[in-house]
């Protein structure tokens, strides 16, 4: 969606100012994925050819495998939808607010960044464990009799993932709320659009670009996430990244750890693509 | 169609009036500007009849009923803005059709209603560009047609034309007319340029500084100004205070000293305009009603009354006339003056003032000043 953008401006961009950068990128980025490729293709046995591709099918063929694969799909899809869902109403009660409130919100929101994976793992964990806060609340409301596990499980690692991830979305939603004309929404009043109206016809394909820029980052990070599932969801939930870790500093198996790291990048351009092409065709219009 | 009547309408923002018991009426059918400078309240004023700002005194009333209880999208109102406001995401033909859809309109009907507003404001055939694909004059005709094609009972312009280049602007001036009279739509027309209300107008509502400062026809207004402040928006070059002098001379004039008595004109008039206190006015003239011809040194009574003598300070050539800027003795500033002859800068020349040309203008009261508006 910004593809178009840039190119737009790129000629008058002297390229001079970005290569320093662009060099880093290809250093930093080109060479480990093709590292990752090396390893991960590498034949298992001496007289095996180059390249092997037992080991990445080998993620799919194992049940721990299959599952993780599975897991983090469908915890990064979960945590997607709740951030969106959740953080919509909240970026639009920012964008709403004076700008003194809107200062003090937006620090509010930005905060779960400010405190170490640690220790928003350690407090979450305070809070969803079977004495915590939550199951107590739950409890007085009379939701349920006995306590419920929240922690250590797939629901710790979709609240931990959601609380981190959720100033993506709402930071994302914000810039292309406050950009709104609010001209645009009266002109839609004056045409006899109700509130409700305006905002499924006018609000939500403003907010577009922001929405799709929200749900990638979300989702790619929710994806590649480690320090919030390792420390949340317990040894018996393991998901892509997780049990690459595992691969790699238990049983020292570098081969399998970078077959697991060519399943998340094969994975991550899939998600960029479809999302690419989703974007293009949703916002042929913005130009 | 409908009146749109404005009485006693207020609206604060945090610490100022942006508008302070404002009224006026549009009648039905009419074509009325609301004239004014930047701030003065012109956009503010078009917010509360359109419903998006709530007033906070006063009352609105279109075709007789009040309309301070309706939200917006239930006042049928048509509204054009500044930036057109056009859906960037919409295709014209969807932009257009908007209005018509909210109203729960057929698709066919759709469909020809939105052909017919399409070429009532003469856009040619683009209906499936978006905004961004069209220059500034075709956007400009898609919110004309956006906004008309729901056949709205009011008409809402606040500087359609100001984002225009000179040419286009004096274009579509030609254009808004025509279609304001072919749908006969009650029109309120926000503009800060004289010559855009003058043209277009059935009646001008001068504003100033969130208040009315007068309301009257173009002709009217152009002939004789409400008051000094009305009278230097339309472009009245030359206003000086001055005071009346007892009695009408024999020729029906009126003699008006000008800076306590440096100067003294005589003005045709019978008497000063009403409400001012202790027969203090403003006296007014265009600078094109001045004749300026050399002067010959001598005193010469042939010239009848109001000729003064002065040397020229500046002149600008503006093609169709030089105006000059010249210093007369009695007065507290120079006169504005054009003429089609040249005079180079420290000529003495000789002006007349037609006793006729000069207008006796109401001073603005002094409680119309900023401070009043806190
Ligand atoms: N939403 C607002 N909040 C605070 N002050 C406002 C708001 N809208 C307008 N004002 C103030 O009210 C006054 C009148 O504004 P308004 O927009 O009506 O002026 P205008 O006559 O349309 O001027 P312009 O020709 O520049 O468009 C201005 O002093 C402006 O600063
Ligand atoms: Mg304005």
């Known amino acids: ?287 | 169609m409908s009146d749109v009547e404005v009485s006693g309408v207020s609206k604060r923002y945090d610490d100022l009036w942006a508008v302070k018991r404002v009224s006026f009426t549009a009648p039905a059918g009419s074509f009325t500007s609301l004239l004014g400078p930047s701030g003065c309240g012109k956009t503010t004023t078009l917010r509360l009849i359109a419903g998006f700002a709530a007033l906070d005194e006063g009352e609105v009333r279109i075709g007789g009923k009040p309309v301070d209880d309706l939200p917006p999208w239930r006042r049928n109102l048509g509204v054009v803005f500044q930036n057109y406001a056009l859906f960037p995401f919409m295709t014209v033909f969807d932009n257009v059709a908007f209005g018509l859809r909210r109203r729960k309109v057929s698709r066919s009907e759709t469909a020809s209603r939105v052909a017919e507003a399409i070429d009532l404001v003469g856009l040619p055939d683009l209906a499936q560009r978006y905004p961004r694909q069209l220059s500034g004059g075709q956007q400009q005709r898609v919110a004309l047609a956006r906004a008309l094609v729901v056949r709205p009972d009011v008409l809402l312009l606040d500087e359609p034309l100001s984002n225009l280049d000179a040419k286009l602007r004096a274009e579509m001036r030609f254009e808004l007319k025509r279609i304001q009279r072919e749908t006969g739509v009650t029109s309120i027309f926000v503009t800060h340029d004289q010559e855009e209300a003058l043209t277009l107008s059935d009646q001008i509502v001068v504003m100033n500084l969130g208040t009315v400062a007068g309301a009257a026809p173009p002709k009217a207004i152009w002939e004789q100004p409400e008051s000094a402040y009305v009278a230097d928006f339309l472009g009245v070059e030359n206003l000086f205070p001055g005071t009346v002098g007892d009695g009408a001379a024999d020729d029906g004039t009126v003699a008006v000293s000008v800076d306590d008595g440096a100067a003294v004109l005589h003005v045709a008039a019978d008497r000063p305009p009403d409400g001012t206190p202790d027969r203090a006015v403003v006296l007014g003239i265009r600078s094109e009603e001045i004749a300026v011809r050399r002067s010959d040194g001598a005193d010469n009574a042939s010239d009848g009354p109001n000729a003064l003598d002065g040397t020229v300070r500046e002149f600008t050539y503006i093609g169709s006339a030089v105006v000059y800027q010249v210093d007369c003795p009695g007065l507290p500033a120079p006169l504005i003056a054009t003429a089609q002859e040249e005079f180079p800068v420290g000529a003495r020349v000789r002006l007349h003032l037609p006793p006729g040309a000069i207008k006796l203008l109401r001073p603005d009261a002094p409680a119309e000043g900023p401070e009043d508006r806190q």
């Open chain 1, 1 to 287: 969606m910004t593809a178009g953008r840039a190119r737009g401006s790129g000629g008058r961009f002297p390229a001079s100012l970005a290569t320093p950068v662009l060099l880093a990128f290809a250093v930093f980025i080109v060479a480990p994925c093709i590292m990752l490729l090396v390893k991960g293709l590498e034949p298992t046995a001496e007289t095996g050819e180059w390249p092997d591709f037992t080991n990445v099918l080998g993620v799919f063929d194992s049940k721990v495998g299959q599952q993780a694969l599975n897991r983090t799909i469908r915890i990064s899809l979960i945590v997607t939808v709740i951030c969106l869902l959740a953080g919509y109403p909240v970026a639009l009660f920012i964008a709403r607010c004076g700008p003194r409130w809107r200062g003090l919100l937006l620090a509010v929101v930005i905060f779960p960044f400010l405190i170490s994976a640690v220790v928003r793992a350690f407090g979450w964990t305070v809070l969803l464990g079977d004495s915590g806060l939550a199951n107590k609340g739950l409890i007085a409301l009379g939701l349920i009799d006995r306590p419920i596990t929240l922690v250590q499980n797939e629901i710790g690692i979709i609240v931990g993932e959601t609380h981190l991830l959720m100033p993506y979305m709402i930071l994302s939603l914000l810039a292309v709320l406050q950009r709104i004309d609010p001209n645009l929404k009266h002109a839609a009043e004056s045409l006899g659009a109700s509130p409700v109206s305006v905002f499924w016809r006018i609000v939500i394909p403003l907010t577009l670009p922001g929405l799709l820029t929200g749900t990638l980052l979300v989702f790619s990070l929710a994806m590649t996430a480690f320090a919030t599932p390792f420390l949340l969801g317990g040894g018996r939930t393991p998901i892509l990244t997780t049990l690459l870790y595992d691969y790699a500093f238990t049983l020292f198996d570098w081969r399998l750890a970078a077959s697991i790291g060519i399943v998340l990048l094969i994975l991550g351009i899939l998600f960029v693509t479809v999302h690419r092409f989703v974007s293009s065709r949703g916002m042929r219009s913005y130009g």
